[in-house]
């Protein structure tokens, strides 16, 4: 039997840069409109938070704390790389949803 522990470790706080992305992007729409905007961002993330920052790391029990150690180093690498995934596709959206307010507009 393995020893599953929720990762990224709860309670410890995760900063994110998204908001400054969004606010960068959205800067040069007018307020009402950059609310719409940010409403139709944030609906996205929400879609794809669970899929890129929640999941499992399953341990065995008889594992020695250096294996455990290597485990949990490449679960925060593999972290790391689907966070800045989520970034990456945050950073198309944004592209999308300004690219459509223009053409509208």
């Known amino acids: 039997m393995s020893e599953i522990i929720p990762f ?14 969004i606010d960068e992007a959205l800067k040069t729409i007018p307020r009402q409109n950059r609310e719409k905007l940010r409403f139709e961002l944030i609906k996205t993330i929400d879609s794809y938070d669970a899929f ?3 999941w499992s790391l399953s341990l ?3 594992s020695n704390e250096t294996l455990r150690k290597q485990i949990y180093d490449i679960a925060h690498q593999e972290h790391d ?10 950073r198309l959206k944004i592209k999308v949803l300004v690219g459509e307010y223009r053409q509208r507009k």
């Open 52 to 54: 890129f920052t929640e």
């Open 8 to 21: 990224p470790v709860p309670n410890k706080p995760q900063k994110s840069d998204i908001d400054a992305v």
């Open 81 to 90: 790389r689907k966070i800045q995934m989520l970034k990456d596709i945050m």
């Open 60 to 62: 065995p029990e008889d």
